[in-house]
């Protein structure tokens, strides 16, 4: 029977969802490999919907704290001490402000980015997506191949929109890079990343403004909660030793 606990506020719920469970994972609460509450007993437990849990969990998968099976429950990560990563230090990026302020200039640019891609890109700017694409399915192993495919399809993009006002406005390739290869530390990761950027390909195929604004904007969305989540989970430690079994089944109860 897991304890009810209080109602998360509407307005950042599946961000707090997120971070509370991070934070039962990084106490030694849930072990490695071991599959966490199944989406009904967490969401009785948080008071969330299926949508906000899936969102939480999502983030969590960004950040590497959890492997999601496909029909099969949520799993903390085999090894998560070689997964968690600690908030980006390069460039710019050096402090949580700094941190949201890119990632909020970076879903409005890229969003309009790609709206005007889809209007003016040639046959020749899109045979090197459809490449890039390509090279990516091939590179879903391989993270730091995967992560340099990953942001030249979107420096492509961005050259594409044909606007060199806008392009030198979003020129900070370390900053990106970093973040970009965060996000795809699991496999997990970049196989999400690889579907995103073939429905934002088929939008430029359709020469669709609209559908490629809204395919790149749920691409980076997605990526901005799980850039939120690293934020507020970058200074938890995970604990190393199993939890005695009669404390870790106390915590199972979502006590405070």
């Given at each position: 029977?897991v304890?009810?606990?209080d109602?998360?506020?509407?307005?950042t719920?599946s961000?707090?969802?997120?971070?509370?469970?991070?934070?039962?994972?990084?106490?030694?609460?849930?072990q490695?490999?071991?599959?966490l509450?199944s989406?009904a007993?967490?969401?009785?437990?948080?008071?969330?919907?299926?949508s906000s849990?899936?969102e939480?969990?999502?983030?969590?998968?960004?950040?590497g704290l959890?492997?999601?099976r496909?029909?099969?429950?949520?799993?903390?990560?085999e090894r998560?001490?070689?997964?968690?990563?600690?908030?980006p230090?390069?460039?710019?990026?050096?402090?949580?402000?700094?941190?949201?302020?890119f990632?909020?200039?970076?879903v409005?640019?890229e969003?309009?980015f790609?709206?005007l891609?889809?209007e003016?890109?040639?046959?020749e700017?899109?045979t090197?997506?459809e490449l890039l694409?390509?090279?990516?399915?091939?590179?879903?192993?391989?993270?730091d191949?995967?992560?340099?495919?990953?942001l030249?399809?979107?420096?492509a993009t961005?050259a594409a929109?044909?606007?060199?006002?806008?392009?030198?406005?979003?020129?900070?390739r370390?900053q990106?890079?970093?973040?970009i290869?965060?996000s795809l530390?699991?496999?997990?990761?970049?196989e999400?990343?690889l579907?995103?950027?073939?429905?934002?390909?088929?939008?430029?195929?359709q020469?669709n403004?609209?559908?490629?604004?809204?395919a790149?904007?749920?691409?980076l969305q997605?990526?901005?909660?799980?850039c939120?989540?690293?934020?507020?989970?970058?200074s938890?430690t995970?604990?190393k030793d199993?939890?005695p079994?009669?404390?870790?089944?106390?915590?199972?109860?979502?006590?405070?």
């Amino acid at each position: 029977m897991v304890k009810r606990i209080d109602p998360i506020s509407r307005s950042t719920l599946s961000g707090q969802v997120a971070k509370r469970l991070a934070a039962r994972i990084t106490s030694g609460e849930w072990q490695p490999g071991e599959r966490l509450p199944s989406e009904a007993e967490l969401c009785k437990a948080l008071d969330v919907g299926r949508s906000s849990l899936r969102e939480a969990l999502a983030s969590l998968t960004f950040i590497g704290l959890i492997r999601v099976r496909a029909g099969g429950g949520s799993y903390v990560a085999e090894r998560p001490s070689a997964h968690f990563i600690s908030r980006p230090n390069s460039g710019a990026l050096t402090n949580q402000k700094s941190l949201t302020d890119f990632i909020e200039a970076r879903v409005f640019l890229e969003t309009e980015f790609a709206g005007l891609c889809a209007e003016r890109i040639t046959p020749e700017e899109l045979t090197e997506l459809e490449l890039l694409v390509e090279r990516m399915k091939t590179s879903v192993h391989n993270v730091d191949a995967f992560a340099k495919l990953d942001l030249s399809f979107h420096l492509a993009t961005a050259a594409a929109a044909k606007n060199e006002v806008l392009n030198n406005l979003s020129n900070m390739r370390e900053q990106a890079m970093e973040l970009i290869t965060k996000s795809l530390l699991l496999e997990e990761g970049m196989e999400d990343a690889l579907r995103c950027h073939l429905k934002i390909l088929e939008s430029f195929r359709q020469r669709n403004p609209a559908k490629a604004r809204e395919a790149m904007r749920h691409h980076l969305q997605s990526f901005r909660r799980g850039c939120d989540v690293l934020v507020a989970t970058s200074s938890m430690t995970i604990a190393k030793d199993p939890v005695p079994q009669a404390a870790s089944q106390q915590k199972r109860n979502f006590g405070p």
